[in-house]
């Protein structure tokens, strides 16, 4: 009996020592990130039995103590915002899924390293953790891999070359490229959105202009008067007429072709002129309606050196008021691979491109002149702009303005370089309005783009056609290397842009046109990152746009509290736990959701533990009164023989 006695007492010492442990763990890592608390319950068991000491005592059974122990999983931590983009929390059941190291053994090397792929069949492989505290490390190219506390690589799933995520695919140890760079994409589509106020105005059909004439026999001057009819969206007929007495003009009537600017393609230089017969002499006038169609002119600019020279512009009218520019500069200086830029002025005689009046070029600059300093520095280029704007040819045809309502946008070409388009609409009736394209930027090509005409409803809706396809080509100058290596190479880079207006409406209002949405933009490098709610590591880069890094896997079990526990944070699948699912967040069951920036505290409660600490305390120095009593009782008996 005695014995039963202090055998109890032993093990219920043994057991609340362990409970004082797990107490113990518990407030250590009451700050732990994602810990679990454990607590230990006792259950009875039999330690001893024994024969009555008389027949009618029947069997005396002694019962002792012993421990389980249960991790409180489910439960909840407090969500505590952080300071780092990097951390996750996880507000629901379920968890992050890592990967252990694996090992790679190259003859007597040895190292360790993220796998190729994990599956949640080996739980040697794959653990369970809350701990949402991630940090990085470099892995063998470059490569940034997350990883949770304890070495582990954090699991998920990376983009494909289409920048899709598979969550039905192999996980994988997830990462980013610190020095991603993203290609662009060119624009291919646009939407236009806003009102056209109903009462703009109208297109005029029809207008005159007027040039000069002198009567060479006379010396004295007249005006031609020029009637323009339009035809459609870029024709016009243009038919020329003189008040002055006795003269007749042969020649006419003329096609004018023009855009929305007013710039002329044609006629042709040669197939604009007139001929004037006069009552007053013999002597005809012979005269262009667009004017001369050569010019020349000068710019100023300077060399790697800083010294100023002197570039020779040769002006060649194409068509209309289109020019060909072609620029020399002196021997020595250097060369010009692409020499020559389009110029175009608008009705007005004004450049609208180049807008700003500098002409670009890429200059080859001479080796023996600038680089004999260093014979072994490769050819230098630059970007050279040469100011056109002091000499300019003259423009003798001219279309008055029509009003239209603009709205502009950028569309990034081939090369990935951003250029600006416009779209203008002009009224030319009740509910009709010419939809025209064009970019400044292009260096216009030979014909204009035709404009689309559109049909609003009574009710304000675009009825019919909705669409137009516009195709630019433009001159990219692009530039590789930094300081004396640094180089710039001409390419010509192309767009194909269809414009959707199905969105527009027509309404009596002042309220003009809204906004253009286009799907293209430039190259970018990361500059940053941040995990969405689903999970999601997303980039940000230089050119405004982002793009999914990778994301990360969820599991969840039918019994989560059964969990095998490797520490306070991070558990093991066992079979007492279940089946195993593993999805996206936002797929999974329960409503879970992921906090960004924040972290899931310990579900320890100080008071509790401090409260519990107390009675275990008390139970074990109770127990040890209870050994040393039997222990005094077995020493009387001892005593006896003596």
Same mark, same amino acid.
């Given at each position: 009996m005695?014995?039963?006695?202090?055998n109890?007492?032993?093990?219920?010492m043994?057991?609340?020592?362990?409970?004082?442990g797990?107490?113990? !763990?518990?407030?250590?890592?009451?700050?732990?990130?994602?810990?679990?608390?454990?607590?230990t319950?006792?259950?009875?068991?039999?330690?001893?039995? %024994?024969?009555?000491?008389?027949?009618?005592?029947?069997?005396?059974?002694?019962?002792?103590?012993?421990?389980?122990d249960?991790?409180?999983?489910?439960?909840?931590?407090?969500?505590?915002?952080?300071? !780092?983009?990097?951390?996750?929390?996880?507000?629901g059941?379920?968890?992050?899924m890592?990967g252990?190291?694996?090992?790679?053994?190259?003859?007597?090397?040895? &190292?360790?390293g993220?796998?190729?792929?994990?599956?949640?069949?080996?739980?040697?492989?794959?653990?369970?953790?809350?701990?949402?505290?991630?940090?990085?490390?470099?892995?063998p190219?470059?490569? &940034?891999?997350?990883?949770?506390?304890?070495?582990?690589?954090?699991?998920?799933w990376?983009?494909?070359?289409?920048?899709?995520?598979?969550?039905?695919?192999?996980?994988?140890?997830?990462?980013?490229?610190?020095?991603t760079?993203?290609?662009?994409?060119?624009?291919?589509?646009?939407?236009?959105?806003?009102?056209?106020? @109903?009462n703009?105005? /109208?297109?005029?059909?029809?207008f005159?202009?007027? !040039?000069?004439?002198?009567?060479?026999?006379?010396?004295?001057?007249?005006?031609?008067?020029?009637?323009?009819?339009?035809?459609?969206?870029?024709?016009?007929?243009?038919?020329?007429?003189?008040?002055?007495?006795?003269?007749?003009?042969?020649?006419?009537?003329?096609?004018?072709k023009?855009?929305?600017?007013?710039?002329?393609?044609?006629? @042709?230089?040669?197939?604009?002129?007139?001929?004037? &017969?006069?009552?007053?002499?013999?002597?005809?006038?012979?005269?262009?309606?667009?004017?001369?169609?050569?010019?020349?002119?000068?710019?100023?600019?300077?060399?790697?050196?800083?010294?100023?020279q002197?570039?020779?512009?040769?002006?060649?009218?194409?068509?209309?008021?289109?020019?060909?520019?072609?620029?020399?500069?002196?021997a020595?200086?250097?060369?010009?691979?692409?020499?020559?830029?389009?110029?175009?002025?608008?009705?007005?005689?004004?450049?609208?491109?180049?807008?700003?009046?500098?002409?670009?070029?890429?200059?080859?600059?001479?080796?023996?002149?600038?680089?004999?300093?260093?014979?072994?520095?490769?050819?230098?280029?630059?970007?050279?702009?040469?100011?056109?704007?002091?000499?300019?040819?003259?423009?003798?045809?001219?279309?008055?303005?029509?009003?239209?309502? %603009?709205?502009?946008?950028?569309?990034?070409?081939?090369?990935?370089?951003?250029?600006?388009?416009?779209?203008?609409?002009?009224?030319?009736?009740?509910?009709?309005?010419?939809?025209?394209?064009?970019?400044t930027?292009?260096?216009?090509p030979?014909?204009?783009?035709?404009?689309?005409?559109?049909?609003?409803?009574?009710?304000?809706?675009?009825?019919?056609?909705?669409?137009?396809?516009?195709?630019?080509?433009?001159?990219?100058?692009i530039?590789?290397?930094?300081g004396?290596? %640094? #180089?710039?190479?001409?390419v010509?880079?192309?767009?194909?842009?269809?414009?959707?207006?199905?969105?527009?409406?027509?309404?009596?209002?002042?309220?003009?046109?809204?906004?253009?949405?286009?799907n293209?933009?430039?190259?970018?490098?990361l500059?940053?990152?941040?995990f969405n709610?689903?999970?999601?590591?997303?980039?940000?880069?230089?050119?405004?746009?982002? !793009?999914?890094?990778?994301?990360?896997?969820?599991?969840?079990?039918?019994?989560?509290?059964?969990?095998?526990?490797?520490?306070? #944070? /991070?558990?093991?699948?066992?079979?007492?736990?279940?089946?195993?699912?593993?999805?996206?967040?936002?797929?999974?069951?329960?409503?879970? &959701?992921?906090?960004?920036?924040? /972290?899931?505290?310990?579900?320890?409660?100080?008071?509790?533990?401090?409260?519990?600490?107390i009675?275990?305390?008390k139970?074990?120095?109770?127990?040890?009164?209870?050994?040393?009593?039997?222990?005094?009782?077995?020493?009387?008996?001892?005593?006896?023989k003596?």
């Amino acid at each position: 009996m005695l014995w039963g006695a202090m055998n109890n007492a032993s093990m219920a010492m043994m057991a609340n020592s362990w409970d004082m442990g797990s107490i113990s !763990q518990n407030i250590s890592n009451v700050n732990t990130t994602g810990y679990k608390r454990k607590e230990t319950l006792f259950k009875t068991v039999m330690s001893e039995s %024994k024969a009555g000491p008389s027949t009618s005592s029947g069997k005396l059974n002694i019962f002792g103590v012993q421990t389980a122990d249960r991790s409180h999983i489910t439960a909840q931590g407090m969500i505590a915002a952080s300071t !780092q983009s990097t951390d996750l929390a996880i507000n629901g059941n379920g968890f992050f899924m890592v990967g252990k190291p694996q090992a790679n053994i190259s003859g007597t090397t040895y &190292s360790s390293g993220p796998g190729s792929a994990y599956s949640v069949d080996s739980p040697g492989q794959v653990m369970y953790t809350r701990a949402g505290n991630f940090y990085t490390a470099s892995g063998p190219n470059k490569e &940034s891999y997350f990883m949770a506390n304890g070495g582990n690589y954090l699991l998920g799933w990376m983009p494909d070359e289409n920048g899709v995520i598979d969550t039905s695919g192999e996980l994988t140890p997830v990462y980013s490229m610190p020095d991603t760079l993203m290609e662009g994409r060119v624009t291919s589509t646009a939407t236009v959105r806003g009102n056209l106020p @109903a009462n703009a105005a /109208l297109s005029p059909s029809t207008f005159s202009t007027s !040039q000069s004439i002198v009567d060479p026999n006379t010396g004295t001057s007249y005006s031609m008067d020029l009637a323009w009819q339009r035809v459609n969206g870029t024709d016009w007929t243009v038919t020329p007429s003189t008040t002055a007495a006795g003269a007749t003009i042969s020649g006419g009537p003329f096609t004018i072709k023009s855009d929305v600017n007013g710039v002329i393609y044609e006629p @042709a230089p040669g197939a604009d002129g007139i001929s004037v &017969s006069w009552g007053s002499g013999p002597l005809t006038t012979t005269q262009n309606l667009l004017g001369p169609s050569t010019h020349s002119s000068t710019a100023t600019f300077y060399d790697p050196k800083g010294t100023s020279q002197t570039a020779n512009l040769t002006w060649t009218r194409t068509s209309g008021n289109l020019w060909d520019v072609t620029v020399s500069v002196p021997a020595g200086v250097g060369t010009i691979a692409d020499s020559t830029v389009r110029v175009a002025f608008d009705g007005q005689g004004r450049m609208i491109s180049p807008s700003t009046g500098n002409l670009p070029f890429v200059v080859d600059w001479d080796d023996a002149t600038y680089n004999t300093t260093n014979p072994d520095k490769t050819a230098m280029t630059s970007e050279v702009s040469l100011y056109a704007g002091n000499n300019l040819p003259a423009n003798t045809l001219t279309r008055p303005d029509v009003h239209t309502e %603009k709205l502009s946008t950028q569309v990034w070409d081939s090369s990935f370089q951003g250029h600006d388009a416009s779209l203008a609409f002009e009224r030319v009736g009740p509910n009709q309005w010419y939809v025209h394209s064009y970019s400044t930027e292009s260096g216009y090509p030979d014909t204009p783009p035709t404009p689309v005409l559109v049909t609003f409803n009574g009710k304000g809706a675009l009825s019919g056609n909705s669409t137009i396809d516009s195709s630019w080509t433009w001159t990219d100058s692009i530039v590789e290397g930094e300081g004396a290596a %640094k #180089t710039t190479t001409a390419v010509d880079a192309t767009a194909a842009v269809t414009f959707d207006f199905s969105e527009l409406t027509q309404f009596d209002s002042s309220a003009a046109l809204g906004s253009i949405d286009q799907n293209g933009y430039g190259q970018g490098s990361l500059i940053g990152a941040y995990f969405n709610d689903k999970g999601v590591y997303t980039g940000q880069y230089t050119n405004g746009e982002t !793009q999914a890094l990778f994301k990360v896997a969820f599991a969840q079990f039918v019994s989560e509290n059964s969990l095998e526990s490797v520490s306070g #944070t /991070l558990f093991r699948r066992s079979a007492e736990a279940g089946d195993v699912t593993v999805s996206g967040v936002e797929d999974a069951k329960g409503g879970v &959701s992921f906090a960004t920036s924040s /972290l899931e505290t310990s579900n320890v409660d100080i008071g509790e533990e401090f409260t519990k600490m107390i009675v275990t305390q008390k139970a074990y120095s109770t127990n040890a009164t209870v050994f040393k009593t039997a222990d005094e009782m077995t020493t009387v008996a001892r005593d006896l023989k003596a």
